[in-house]
């Protein structure tokens, strides 16, 4: 079976941060992580659900960190954050995106933003269906 790959989307930006994040769901996902990774291609990125915080004990390289509450909303990011390190714990977090370096900085997230995580083939849908009900207020 075939590990199914998500998109982010910074609706709050309008920008796309990731067409590629993996879910890390499971227990052992959880713990794995990116360890035996050498680096993420500048597309991908590891979504960790559910987790107030991450480690990158044995990961080769350093990531950016978004951690996400229950609504996909920006809580906390950190960038550039090395390897062999624990990562803070936010009691707040319901989920942490480890993506690539300069993720952060290209898309501009910040706390507050809230982000759409979909399947590849959802997006544009979810996309349309959002601009429709915007549409839909203003008149």
Known sequence: METPTYCVYNQTRESFLSMGVTPADTTFAR??????RVKLKPDEGLWVVPSSGVHTW????PVDLIYLDENH?????????????????KVQA??????????????????????LICAAGEIEARLNQ????????AK
């Open 73 to 89: 909303r920006v809580i906390c990011v950190v960038e550039h954050f090395p390897s062999f390190r624990i990562a803070p714990l």
């Open 58 to 61: 044995g990961v080769l390289f």
């Open 130 to 137: 959002q601009a429709a009900c915007l549409v839909g207020q």
């Open 94 to 115: 319901a989920s942490v995106l480890e993506l690539p370096t300069h993720t952060i900085y290209s898309s501009h997230t910040q706390p507050g933003d809230e982000l």
């Open 31 to 36: 713990l794995k992580g990116l360890i035996g």
